[in-house]
C-alpha cells in the first residue's frame, strides 16, 4: 500500500495551508460579526503558521518554526487589544454588526 | 520736466511755474490713503481714524497744490507761451513709465532720450496746465471740506472704513484723471471715479434702492465709456499718440496754420502733415479725425449726465449724502467737461473742417445738448419732491450749462462755472444732508416745514447756497452762469444776428435764460417748504448712532449737527459759495480794473483756451474769394467776439493787469454783452427767488391751484418725462427679450451639449458610487479581489 | 509541466459548496453544501495521495516522512478544513470558537507529523489555552444568549454574510493559485538527503561551541554524515531555543515590546470611560434595530 501512496511532499502542507488562509479570508470578508472576523484572521494565521513549519522541515532549519513564535506573538497582542476595543464598541452601540461602524464612510 | 513737444519751439524760461514736481505724488498720497483705510477696517476700535486718515490724505494734496498755485495764479509765475500764437506749452512730470510698444526714442542734443516717436507709449505722467491746476485746487480743496464733514456726517456707521478708502480712492482716481498727461491715465482715473461712484452709491447695499442705482450709474456710465474708449482709439489711429504733449500742440500747430496760411488747406492737411511726423506711414481718412470728438462726447455725456445719459445721477443719490455733494455733485459728474475742456483744440479744429465741409459741427452738438439738457432738468426739479433729488436735476442742470459754454467754445466760462458750482451745491448737499441727518433720513420735502426754527445755521448756510444757485447778483453761481449766457448771447447776436449759426445760439442763450428762472424758482421753492411756512416734520427711520443720547431718536427734535467737523466745512463753502465768483472774475464795472482777472488769467494758461482768431464761423466759408482775403476776413471777426477781455497778444502777461483797456467789448443789442447779460439775468432770478416766495412763502394754494390746472404738464414734470418709463420700454425689456433668447439657446445647446458630454462620466460614477460604500467588508473584499488578480498576473507572467 | 486541472475543478466545486453552506435565513441547502464538499475534499485528498499522477509528480519534494505518518496528516488536514469551514459557516461565535479550537488542534498535529513537538504544544497552549478563553469571554460578553431552538433569532449580523458569493469567488481564485504554485514550481530546491540530521546538527554543533564541548566536531555536516549520529540528540525544544535566541535577540526584544505595548494597551482601552450619551442603555433593543434596518436592506 505504501508504494501506491503518494511521498508526503511540501505541497501537501502548503495546500493545507492555502486553504486554511483562504478559508479565513473569506469569513473575514462575509462575516459581519466582529468577533468572528478576529476569529477568522487568527485562522489565517493557522494557515501561515503551518506553511511556515513545514518550510523548516523541508529547508531542515528551525527558523520557520521560530517565526512562528512570531505570529504567536502577534496573534495575542492583536487579540488583546482587538477584543478590548470589540467590548468598547459593543458598549457604545449595543451590536456587535461591523456595519454600525461607518461613520467614517463618506 | 520734460517738455515732450515733438516740434521745436521756442520757450520762454523766466519765471516758470515751480512746484510742480511734487504734485505727481498727490494721486499716490491718495492712493495710500485709501489702503491705509482699507487696513484700518481690520480693527473695529480703529475704524473711527479711517476718516481723519482720508482728511489728512486729501489735505497734503491740497497743500501741494496750493503751494504750485499761489505764485502762479498771483502772476508771478508762469507756463510757457510759445511763439506769438499763444500756445501754451503745458510742463510734463513723468512719474514712472507705464506702456511702451514699438517705436523708437528721439534722443536729445547731449544723447539723453528727451521724446519718443512711434509705436505708443503711455506713461505714469501729468500734464500741467492752467486747467489741470484749477481742477485740483478743486479736487482737492473741495474734497477735503467734504471728507471733514463726512468724518462727522458717517461717525458710528458699521462701514465707516470702507466709506473712506472708497473715498480716497476716488480722490486717487479724480486727481489722476485731471493730472494725466495721455488719454490711457485719463481713461484709468474716468474709469477709476466710475467704480468709486459704483462703490459709493451703493455702499448701503443692504438697500435694494442703492444697489440698483448703483448697478444703473455703472451700466449707464459705460454706454458713455465704450463712444470715450473708441474715440481714444481714433486718435492714436490719426495722431500715433495718446501724449496730451504731443496731441494739443500739434493740433493748435494745425489751428495756426488754417488760420494764418490758407484757408483751403484744411485741417486734416494739418493732422496729416502732423501724422507725418509722429506715425510715419499711416494716412488717416477725414472721417476719423471728424469722429474722435463726437466719441469722446458721447463719454463726456455720459460721465456728466446729459441727454440721452442723465437717467443715473437722480439715482445715484442713493449713496450716502458726502458722495452725492462730492462725487455727483462738485467733481467726478465734472470730468466730462473737463474731458471737453481739454480737447478743445481738437473740437475746435474739427469745428473749423466741418463748418468749411458743411458738416455737423461737434460744438453744435455740444452746445444743443448742453441748453437742451440745462432746461430739460430743470423744469424736472420744478415738480420734484425729494429734497436730494431736487439738488440732483440741477446738477444735471447746471451741468448743462457747462456744456453750453463749451459749445459757445468758452471753456473759460464753463470751468467758471464748474468751480462755482463745486462750491455752491456741495454747500447745497451737505446741507441738504445736515437736514435728513436732523430729520433722520427724511428726505420727501412734502413732510417738512419751519425747519429754520430748529435748525436756523442750516437755514442760512441753505439759504446762500439756493441764492448762488439761483444766481442772485453778486453771488458765485451769478458771474459763472453769466460768464456762459454771455458767451452764448454773443455768438448769437452781433456780427452773428441772423446768420444759421447765430439763430442756433440766441436760441439757446434764451433757453438759458429761462432755465436760470426755473432754477431760481425751483431752489426758492425747496428752501421756503423745507425752512419757512408752519413747523412740520416727520422722523425716518435711520438712526444715527453716534451719540448713545439718541438711542430714542424718535422722541426727539431735530437738531443742529452736534459735532463741529459737520459745521465747519460748511461755513468755508459758504464764504466760497458767496464770494468767489468775485474774487475769480470780479466784474470791471462795478470794481474797475484794479481786481485781477484771475479765472480769465488761469484758464488763458491752458489748452482750453482757443484765441479768437482760430475759431471760424459759417461767414468765413461763404466768401467767394476766400484764398485771397484771409487777413481781412479772419481779423474782422476777431473784434467783436466773445469768450475773452484777451485778444492775441503777442505776450499774454504783459496785459493781465490792464487788459480790456484797449479793445471793444462785444456788444449785444448795443449794450456791452456781460453788463447786458448781468442785468437780465439779474432780473430774471430774482423775479424767480420773488416768485417762489410768494408762492410758497406762506400759504401755498397758488401752486396748488396751478398744479390742479395744468395737471396733464404737472403729472409730466412729477414722472420726469416718462424717461426711465422709455428707457425702460426701448432699452432694458428689448434687453431682456433679447437675453430671454440667449438664455434658451444656452439652455438647449450648451447647457445640453456640455450636459450630454457630462452624461457619461454621471452615470459611470453613479454605478461606481455604489463600491465606495464606506463598508469595511466592502473593501476586504476589494483587497482580496485585488490580491487573487495580482496573484493569477504574476502567475501568468512567471509561467510565459 | 502538467496543468493541475484537477486542483482548479476541485476549487471550483469547493467555492460552491462553501457558497451554499454561508449562513443565510431559511438556508436549505447547506446539508448539500457539506455534502459537495466533503466530496469535492475528500476526491482531492485521493487524487493527491495515490499516486495517480493526476496532479504532480511529487518525488521531487518528498519531506522524507516515515509512510506511516501519511494517514495521520490526511486525518488532521480533512479536521482541519472541515473545522475551518464550519468556523466560517456557524451562525453562533461561540460555536465558532469551538470549531476553531478544532482546528488550533488539527493543526498542532500537523506540527507533530512535521516533528515540530515544541511548536505543537505551544501551540495548544496558547491558541487553544489563552486566546481561545480570551475569545470565549468576550463572546460571553458581547453577545446575548440564545434560546434553545431559537438559532433564527440570532443578530443579523450572525444570520447572513455578507456578498458570500463574491467573496468565495475571490478567494478559491486566489486559492487556486496559490494551489498552482505550490504544486508546481520548478524553481524550487531540491530535498535535502536527510534534513531533519542536518537540522539536529545544526544544532548540535552550534550547542557544543556555546557550551564549550565539542571541539572535537569541525562542522555539522561531517558530524551529520557520520553514522554514529542520530537525529534524536537534539531535542526539537532545545534546536527551536539555540535559533530563537542565537539568531533574531533583536526580533525576541521587540516581541516583547510588542507584548508590553498591549498589554498597556489593553489597560488603556478597558478604562476608557464611555460618556454616558454614547453608552448604549439596551443593547438588545439596538441589536433588534440593527436586525431591521439590516432586514429592511436586504
Redesign the interface.
Known amino acids: 500500500m505504501n508504494e501506491m501512496l503518494t511521498p508526503l511532499g511540501l505541497s501537501h502542507f502548503l495546500m493545507t495551508g492555502s486553504i486554511l488562509f483562504v478559508l479565513g479570508l473569506i469569513g473575514f470578508v462575509t462575516r459581519r460579526n466582529l468577533i468572528v472576523m478576529f476569529l477568522c484572521t487568527e485562522m489565517m494565521f493557522q494557515g501561515v503558521a503551518l506553511a511556515l513549519v513545514a518550510f523548516a522541515k523541508f529547508h531542515g532549519n528551525v527558523t520557520g518554526q521560530t517565526f512562528v513564535i512570531f505570529v504567536l506573538t502577534i496573534a495575542a497582542a492583536e487579540a488583546a487589544l482587538a477584543l478590548g476595543l470589540v467590548v468598547m464598541l459593543f458598549r457604545r452601540r449595543g451590536t456587535l454588526d461591523v456595519e454600525a461602524w461607518q461613520t467614517m464612510s463618506g | 520736466m520734460t517738455g515732450r513737444n515733438a516740434y521745436p519751439t521756442e520757450r520762454r524760461t523766466d519765471s516758470l511755474v515751480t512746484g510742480l514736481e511734487p504734485l505727481q505724488y498727490i494721486p499716490w498720497i491718495a492712493a495710500l490713503g485709501a489702503v491705509l483705510c482699507g487696513l484700518l477696517c481690520i480693527r473695529p476700535n480703529l475704524k473711527g481714524w479711517a476718516g481723519w486718515v482720508c482728511v489728512l490724505a486729501i489735505a497734503a494734496g491740497f497743500g501741494l497744490t496750493v503751494n504750485a498755485v499761489l505764485p502762479w495764479a498771483t502772476g508771478k509765475t508762469h507756463f510757457n507761451h510759445v511763439g506769438d500764437n499763444h500756445i501754451v506749452q503745458a510742463e510734463v512730470v513723468t512719474a514712472s513709465p507705464w506702456i511702451q510698444v514699438g517705436g523708437e526714442n528721439v534722443p536729445g542734443e547731449n544723447g539723453e532720450i528727451i521724446g519718443y516717436k512711434g509705436g505708443l507709449q503711455v506713461d505714469f505722467g501729468y500734464y500741467f496746465d492752467g486747467l489741470t491746476l484749477t481742477m485740483l485746487l478743486v479736487v482737492c480743496g473741495i474734497g477735503m471740506l467734504i471728507a471733514i464733514y463726512a468724518v462727522g456726517y458717517m461717525r458710528g456707521d458699521p462701514g465707516v472704513a470702507r466709506f473712506f478708502a472708497a473715498m480716497a480712492l476716488f480722490i486717487f482716481a479724480m486727481t489722476s484723471l485731471v493730472m494725466a498727461d495721455n488719454l490711457v491715465l485719463l481713461f484709468l482715473g474716468w474709469e477709476g471715479v466710475g467704480l468709486c461712484s459704483y462703490l459709493l452709491i451703493g455702499y448701503y447695499y443692504g438697500k435694494t434702492t442703492a444697489v440698483d442705482a448703483a448697478k444703473k450709474a455703472f451700466i449707464v456710465n459705460r454706454i458713455g465709456d465704450l463712444g470715450f474708449l473708441v474715440g481714444i482709439f481714433l486718435c492714436y489711429r490719426v495722431f500715433g499718440t495718446l501724449q496730451f504733449a504731443d496731441i494739443i500742440p500739434a493740433v493748435q500747430n494745425a489751428l495756426d496754420m488754417v488760420a494764418t496760411q490758407d484757408l483751403s488747406r484744411g485741417s486734416l492737411d494739418a493732422a496729416n502733415k502732423l501724422q507725418s511726423v509722429l506715425n510715419p506711414g499711416n494716412g488717416t481718412s477725414p472721417w476719423l479725425f471728424y469722429a474722435i470728438p463726437f466719441c469722446l462726447m458721447v463719454g463726456a455725456f455720459g460721465k456728466s449726465a446729459q441727454i440721452p445719459l442723465f437717467v443715473w445721477l437722480p439715482d445715484a443719490m442713493a449713496g450716502p449724502t458726502p458722495v452725492s455733494a462730492l462725487v455727483h455733485a462738485a467733481t467726478m459728474v465734472t470730468a466730462g467737461v473737463y474731458l471737453i475742456a481739454r480737447c478743445m483744440p481738437i473740437f475746435v479744429l474739427t469745428h473749423n473742417d466741418a463748418l468749411r465741409d458743411g458738416f455737423l459741427s461737434p460744438l453744435y452738438v455740444v452746445a444743443a445738448v448742453g441748453g437742451v439738457t440745462a432746461l430739460f432738468a430743470a423744469t424736472i426739479a420744478l415738480t420734484n419732491n425729494d429734497l436730494k433729488g431736487v439738488f440732483a436735476y440741477s446738477t444735471v442742470s447746471q451741468l448743462g450749462y457747462m456744456f453750453l459754454g463749451l459749445g459757445a467754445i468758452s471753456s473759460t466760462a464753463a470751468v467758471f462755472h464748474l468751480v462755482t458750482h463745486a462750491f455752491f451745491k456741495a454747500l447745497l448737499f451737505l446741507t441738504a444732508g445736515s437736514v435728513m441727518h436732523a430729520l433722520a433720513g427724511t428726505l420727501d420735502i412734502r413732510k417738512m416745514g419751519g425747519m429754520g426754527k430748529h435748525m436756523p445755521l442750516t437755514k442760512w448756510l441753505m439759504l446762500a447756497g439756493c441764492v448762488a444757485l439761483a444766481g442772485a447778483p453778486l453771488t458765485a453761481g451769478f458771474f459763472s452762469k453769466d460768464e456762459i449766457l454771455a458767451a452764448a448771447m454773443i455768438k448769437g447776436t452781433g456780427a452773428h444776428w441772423g446768420t444759421g449759426e447765430g439763430v442756433f445760439y440766441f436760441i439757446l442763450a434764451i433757453l438759458g435764460l429761462v432755465t436760470a428762472f426755473l432754477t431760481a424758482f425751483y431752489t426758492f421753492r425747496l428752501w421756503c417748504i423745507v425752512f419757512r411756512g408752519e413747523t412740520r416734520y416727520e422722523m425716518g427711520d435711520e438712526h444715527h448712532s453716534e451719540d448713545d443720547s439718541h438711542d430714542d431718536h424718535h422722541a426727539h427734535e431735530p437738531h443742529e449737527m452736534p459735532f463741529w467737523p459737520m459745521n465747519a466745512p460748511l461755513v468755508v463753502l459758504l464764504v466760497g459759495a458767496l464770494a468767489v465768483g468775485f474774487l475769480l472774475a470780479p466784474p470791471k464795472k462795478l470794481v474797475g480794473d484794479d481786481l485781477p482777472q484771475v479765472m480769465h488769467s488761469v484758464m488763458h494758461e491752458s489748452s482750453a483756451y482757443i484765441p479768437e482768431k482760430y475759431i471760424k464761423t459759417p461767414a468765413d466759408f461763404e466768401a467767394d474769394d476766400v484764398e485771397t482775403n484771409i487777413d481781412t476776413i479772419t481779423t474782422g471777426y476777431i473784434v467783436d467776439v466773445s469768450d475773452s477781455h484777451h485778444e492775441t497778444h503777442a505776450d499774454p502777461h504783459a496785459d493781465d493787469a490792464h487788459h480790456g483797456d484797449h479793445h471793444a467789448h462785444p456788444k449785444v443789442l448795443g449794450y456791452d454783452a456781460h453788463g447786458f447779460m448781468m442785468v437780465i439775468s439779474s432780473i430774471i432770478a430774482l423775479l424767480g427767488i420773488a416768485m417762489a416766495w410768494v408762492f410758497y412763502s406762506g400759504s401755498r394754494s397758488i401752486p396748488t391751484q396751478l398744479a390742479a390746472g395744468f395737471g396733464a404738464l404737472t403729472q409730466t414734470l412729477r414722472d420726469k418725462y416718462y424717461i426711465d418709463e422709455l428707457y425702460d420700454k426701448a432699452v432694458v425689456q428689448p434687453l431682456n427679450i433679447v437675453s430671454q433668447i440667449l438664455f434658451l439657446v444656452d439652455q438647449l445647446v450648451i447647457h445640453a451639449t456640455v450636459m450630454g458630454v457630462g452624461l457619461l462620466p454621471g452615470q459611470v460614477g453613479k454605478h461606481q458610487r455604489k463600491t465606495q460604500q464606506g463598508k469595511l467588508q466592502g473593501y476586504g473584499l476589494g483587497m482580496l479581489a485585488g490580491v487573487a488578480a495580482i496573484a493569477l498576473l504574476l502567475l501568468y507572467l512567471l509561467n510565459r | ?1 502538467s496543468t493541475p486541472l484537477l486542483l482548479y475543478i476541485a476549487s471550483v466545486l469547493g467555492a460552491i459548496a ?1 457558497v451554499l453552506m ?1 449562513p443565510r435565513p431559511g438556508n436549505r441547502l447547506a446539508p448539500l453544501g457539506a455534502l459537495l464538499g466533503a466530496a469535492t475534499l475528500g476526491g482531492c485528498w485521493l487524487a ?4 495517480t499522477g493526476l496532479i ?1 509528480d ?6 522524507g ?1 516515515p ?1 506511516t ?2 494517514i495521520y ?1 490526511y486525518i488532521f ?1 480533512a479536521i ?2 472541515a473545522a ?2 464550519r ?2 459557516t456557524h451562525r453562533r ?1 461561540v460555536y ?2 469551538l470549531w ?1 479550537i478544532m ?2 488542534l488539527a ?1 498542532a498535529g ?2 507533530l ?4 513537538d ?2 505543537a504544544f ?2 495548544i497552549i ?2 487553544g489555552g ?2 481561545l478563553v ?2 470565549m469571554f ?2 460571553m ?3 446575548q444568549p440564545l434560546e434553545p431552538g431559537q438559532e433564527d433569532q440570532a ?4 444570520r447572513f ?4 458569493l ?3 469567488v ?6 487556486a ?7 508546481d514550481n520548478p524553481d ?1 530546491p531540491t ?2 538527503a ?6 539536529a546538527s ?2 548540535e554543533v552550534l550547542r557544543d561551541t556555546l557550551t564549550g564541548r565539542g571541539l572535537d566536531a569541525e562542522n555539522s555536516d561531517e558530524l551529520a554524515s557520520s553514522p554514529q549520529f542520530t537525529a534524536d540528540r537534539v531535542s ?1 525544544v532545545e ?2 531555543g ?3 535566541f542565537n ?2 535577540p533583536l ?1 525576541i526584544e521587540l ?1 516583547g515590546v ?2 508590553l ?3 498597556i ?2 489597560v488603556v ?2 478604562k ?1 470611560h ?1 460618556p454616558p450619551g ?3 442603555p ?6 433588534a434595530k ?1 436586525a431591521q434596518t ?1 432586514g429592511g436592506a436586504a
Open positions: 509541466m462553501l454561508m493527491v495521495a495515490f499516486n504532480h511529487f518525488s521531487a519534494n518528498t519531506l516522512l509512510a505518518t501519511f496528516f488536514s482541519a478544513i475551518a469551514v468556523v466560517i461565535p465558532s470558537a476553531f482546528v488550533v493543526g500537523m506540527f507529523v512535521l516533528s515540530a515544541f511548536m505551544a501551540m496558547i491558541y489563552a486566546i480570551t475569545y468576550v463572546i460578553l458581547a453577545s443578530p443579523a449580523y450572525d454574510g455578507r456578498d458570500p463574491w467573496a468565495c475571490a478567494g478559491f481564485l486566489l486559492l493559485v496559490l494551489l498552482t504554485v505550490s504544486f524550487r530535498m535535502l536527510n534534513p531533519d540530521a542536518k537540522m545544526d544544532a526539537n534546536r527551536v539555540l535559533d530563537l539568531k533574531h526580533a516581541a510588542i507584548l505595548v498591549s498589554l494597551g489593553a482601552i478597558a476608557t464611555i454614547e453608552q448604549h439596551d443593547p438588545e433593543s439596538a441589536a440593527a439590516q
